[in-house]
């Protein structure tokens, strides 16, 4: 492979945007296809990348850009786990093209140039092997959420979007702040070289080394939205358009992407007995408490988006716990929990947008949810069901495709049998039991349980209501266009499913690789560059 084939998914969505704003938004065809077309190569990209990788186990494609020693210039690094989120970010982002052309794409302007810069952003984040390059496309995808979190109009957006901005903007400075104190004290900023550092740095700066990096993990944990640093998450998500808030359900796994990559490759068994693990125990409870809190909301939610939100809390919550614990065997699932939890919370989102509103209304799409209590008392009336005659009552076809889609998302929610969440969190959970009597593995166990059965309640409270005790409900049409992304989306999940063998096997190869960094160090770091 031409190692000139990994800046390609950074440099497409650039230029894209770039054309994009010069043909301007009344050209509004030609900017579609533009979009259409640069994330169709973008998954040949990946595609190609992916396959590139999975040639062996240890295989790393390495880009220096102007041929700089990997220690002070700007390197790129393809592995099996970069590579793979490249693939989710640009089948994700394939796959919201049609719903969001349908009607949301046109509330405000630029929606496509700021869904190539978000793109650039994500597999910069991705493919990147330096921390200050790190924080270059980790600005540059918050910028371009910026936009796309206000995208639209209303009081409740603003709001929301505003709120994002200020807590993200504290993010970035903290992300600042820690990548400076770690530069001070091994001067460099390669992710490689300060794998290969950390052992020998000396005891007298390693307490600062380690303020630096515990004040880094706290910026991606923010990202991440742990408890108690995620308050923003579900009003925000809610807030925006459900083509945003689909696509900023990948953006939670940025943050996990990175808490996975530095605590294996930085603080792995490698780093020495004084820095070995650091942080783990952090990511582990946190990962319980946010369990907690997004359980505790999802059943409280009494809004549809905001159900969603939750879902994403206990999916990051979720995948934290399992980073925490540091087996291979539990990161395998847990890549696989995440892929599907992905692509099932966007299939939500945007599955809650179209019972929402009609896209008419340029101020607030939510569907609100009655409280317990009054759920008995809605009185049958017209809408959901079209009588024909007094023995035979028919279900319209896109409600029926409407309720389809919603119980597949309970299903893959919830990781409830036959669907390819279940298989997710089969590959996370079975390998906790075999990692012995450890406190965490069975507390963290045991809430994924108890989250997933929170789930099937919430989501049929939901469902019982939107689609059988309030018979009177006139639903929004819901357009083919928009339908399609669901479908895809959720289809997905399903070849996923009958087709599991070969993606766990290839996440298993990843898990090993990442645990086991030195193929990574010595590829990004050539004999020439080792540290004497």
């Known amino acids: 492979m031409s190692n000139h084939l990994i800046i390609a998914p ?37 595609a190609a990348l992916m396959l590139a990788v999975a040639g062996d186990g240890a295989l790393t494609a390495v880009y220096r850009i102007g041929d700089w020693p990997a220690r002070f210039g700007i390197v790129l690094v393809a592995d099996r786990l970069s590579a793979l989120m490249v693939l989710l970010a640009s089948v994700l982002a394939l796959a919201l093209l049609p719903y969001a052309l349908g009607r949301w794409q046109h509330r405000g302007g630029h929606f496509q140039p700021l869904l190539q810069f978000l793109l650039m952003g994500l597999n910069g984040a991705f493919l990147t092997g330096d921390l200050f390059n790190l924080f270059v496309f980790f600005e540059v995808l918050l910028a371009a959420s910026y936009g796309l979190a206000l995208h639209g109009s209303g009081a409740r957006r603003v709001s929301a979007g505003l709120h994002y901005i200020a807590v993200n903007l504290t993010a970035s400075m903290l992300f600042l702040l820690g990548v400076s104190l770690i530069f001070g004290v091994t001067g460099t900023l390669n992710m490689a070289a300060l794998a290969e550092l950390i052992p020998h740095v000396p005891e007298r700066t390693r307490a600062l080394l380690h303020a630096g990096a515990a004040i880094l993990g706290v910026a991606f944990l923010i990202k991440t939205a742990m408890w108690p640093l995620g308050f923003w998450l579900p009003r925000t998500y809610a807030a925006a358009s459900p083509a945003v808030a689909a696509m900023f359900a990948l953006m939670t796994k940025v943050g996990i992407y990175v808490l996975l990559r530095l605590s294996l490759l930085l603080f792995g068994d490698g780093a020495g007995p004084a820095s070995s693990h650091f942080g783990s125990g952090w990511m582990l409870w946190g990962g319980v408490a946010t369990v907690v809190a997004g359980t505790i909301g999802m059943l409280g939610a009494r809004d549809l988006a905001k159900l969603a939100g939750y879902n994403v809390l206990i999916s990051s919550g979720t995948l934290l716990g399992a980073i925490g614990l540091q087996l291979p065997a539990v990161t395998a699932g847990a890549l696989a929990y995440l892929v599907i939890s992905t692509l099932a919370i966007a299939a939500f989102f945007l599955v809650a947008g179209l019972l929402a509103s009609d896209g008419d209304d340029d101020t607030d799409d939510s569907l609100s949810l009655e409280p317990y209590e009054q759920l008995g008392e809605a009185s049958a009336g017209e809408g959901l069901y079209a009588k024909e005659d007094e023995s035979r009552v028919v279900i319209s076809a896109p409600i029926a495709m409407l309720g389809a889609s919603f119980f597949a998302c309970a299903l893959l929610l919830a990781g409830l049998p036959p669907l390819s969440g279940f298989l997710a969190k089969f590959a996370m959970l079975a390998p906790m039991l075999e990692a ?11 809430l994924i349980i108890v989250a997933g059965f929170c789930t099937v309640i919430a989501m049929c409270r939901a469902g019982i209501q939107i689609f059988w005790v309030e018979p009177e409900r006139i639903f929004p049409k819901v357009r083919l266009v928009e339908s399609a992304s669901i479908a895809i989306l959720l289809g997905l999940c399903l070849l996923l499913t009958v087709l599991a063998e070969a993606p766990l096997r290839y996440l298993r190869d990843t898990a090993r690789q990442i645990h086991t960094p030195a193929a990574y160090i010595q590829q990004v770091l050539p004999a020439a560059e080792a540290q004497p």
């Open 10 to 46: 950074i440099v497409l969505p650039l230029l894209v945007a770039a054309l994009q704003l010069l043909v301007g938004e009344k050209r509004r065809r030609t900017v579609l296809a533009l979009s259409v077309a640069s994330c169709v190569v973008l998954v040949l990209l990946a």
């Open 436 to 446: 012995g009597p450890r406190v965490g593995a069975i507390v963290l166990f045991t």
